[in-house]
Antibody, heavy 122, light 113 residues
């Protein structure tokens, strides 16, 4: 079955960096676009970024553009989110998610991980 | 960016009664070349990740009970729970995937009256 397991969350000071990972299993990772979605404590869902199945195309929310980088290693079945210049407002649970259909980006998110909590605080 | 709004913010419905949630997009999410609405609904229970319920505005995801249905086109959409069950208590989000960045509605909390 499809499994997505996030790691790398924790407490980080404002202005510092953190990298999240999402280990995927149970499907052909290299065939699917992958997403990061975040949820601040007690708040709604915010789409963060998407990367195409081959890794050649990336798109970002305006709130993270220029600070966050999504990437993937298809040989390791792993998705990443490099987060630089972190701010207090980046505090959230970060979910990785898989696209509903192979090779497409503009599709819903069918499978989700359990999330990793990132807390930005001094 | 496409702005998604939902109404109401919350609702309480008696067990077995109908719950209706509305979602509106700031521009059409109907793609004319394939006549599909790029609109999904998710359910999120406390402490859990979201779960995909409906996509293409009205297609139920595999395994989703048929008491959940989606309707609408263009800019106005509805999620209906025909007979509310205790396990349906959750927050429901609509999402447009017509454009990147994709955007979610603010969510509607559904409780038992």
């Amino acid at each position: 079955q499809v499994q997505l397991v996030e790691s790398g969350g924790g407490v980080v000071q404002p202005g510092r960096s953190l990298r999240l990972s999402c280990a995927a299993s149970g499907f052909t990772f290299s065939s699917y676009a992958m997403y990061w979605v975040r949820q601040a404590p007690g708040k709604g869902l915010e789409w963060v970024a998407v990367i195409s199945y081959g890794g050649s195309n990336e798109y970002y929310a305006d709130s993270v553009k220029g600070r966050f980088t999504i990437s993937r290693d298809n040989s390791k079945n792993t998705l990443y989110l490099q987060m630089n210049s972190l701010r207090a407002e980046d505090t959230a649970v970060y979910y990785c998610a898989r696209a509903w259909e192979q090779q497409l980006v503009r599709v819903p998110m069918q499978h989700w991980g359990q999330g990793a909590l990132v807390t930005v605080s001094s | 960016d496409i702005v998604m709004t939902q109404s109401p913010n919350s609702l309480a419905v008696s067990l077995g009664e109908r719950a209706t949630i509305n979602c509106q997009s700031s521009q059409s999410v109907l793609y004319s070349s394939n006549n599909k609405n790029y609109l999904a609904w998710y359910q999120q229970k406390p402490g859990q990740p979201p779960k995909l319920l409906i996509y293409w505005a009205s297609t139920r995801e595999s395994g989703v009970p048929d008491r959940f249905s989606g309707s609408g086109s263009g800019t106005d959409f509805t999620l209906t729970i025909s007979s509310l069950q205790a396990e349906d208590v959750a927050v429901y989000y609509c999402q447009q995937y017509y454009n990147t960045p994709s955007t979610f509605g603010p969510g509607t909390k559904v409780d038992i009256k």
